[in-house]
């Protein structure tokens, strides 16, 4: 009489795997670039201002665009060419408990030769999670000589 052979199957799921949204809240965090206008010669040398982004704090923060600098001239706006230049994206899972609420930093740098570079502004916003939507703000510098508009996603997830 033959043998049967069975095939043994692997395990395949991840290490704490749940497809039960009772417990927790997951919810995505997504800070798109959507424009840059300086109002306001930064460099004395050239006519362009070199600029870049920092979101995040302490070690784990994103640098936009992690290699060279945006160049924009005075008055001029630098517009995304893209539906989305993303800044920051942030899978977040919250228990019940926790507080529905996240601030995330944003910096905004211009390039100096040889000294250090300045810091236009330095911004904690606020973040809802209750609220899933898409909002765009403006954030500026203390003269109002250099603006910079995002869009926020914020959206409940399952993953």
Request: proline share 3%; hydrophobic share 30%.
């Amino acid at each position: 009489m033959p043998r049967r052979y069975y095939a043994k199957q692997k395990k395949t799921y991840a290490k704490g795997q749940d497809f039960e949204l009772r417990r927790k809240d997951r919810y995505m965090i997504n800070i798109a670039l959507v424009s840059i206008k300086p109002r306001k010669d930064y460099d004395i040398a050239s006519k362009t201002g070199e600029f870049y982004i920092k979101v995040g704090s302490g070690v784990r923060y994103v640098r936009v665009p992690n290699n060279g600098f945006i160049q924009i001239h005075e008055n001029d706006t630098f517009e995304t060419g893209q539906s989305d230049f993303s800044l920051y994206n942030e899978f977040l899972t919250l228990k019940r408990n926790d507080k529905k609420e996240r601030k995330i930093r944003i910096r905004l740098f211009e390039r100096d030769v040889g000294k250090k570079d300045d810091e236009i502004f330095d911004i904690k916003l606020p973040l809802k999670l209750q609220v899933s939507d898409t909002e765009y703000k403006i954030l500026e510098d203390k003269d109002k000589k250099t603006k910079v508009k995002i869009k926020i996603r914020v959206a409940r997830t399952r993953y």
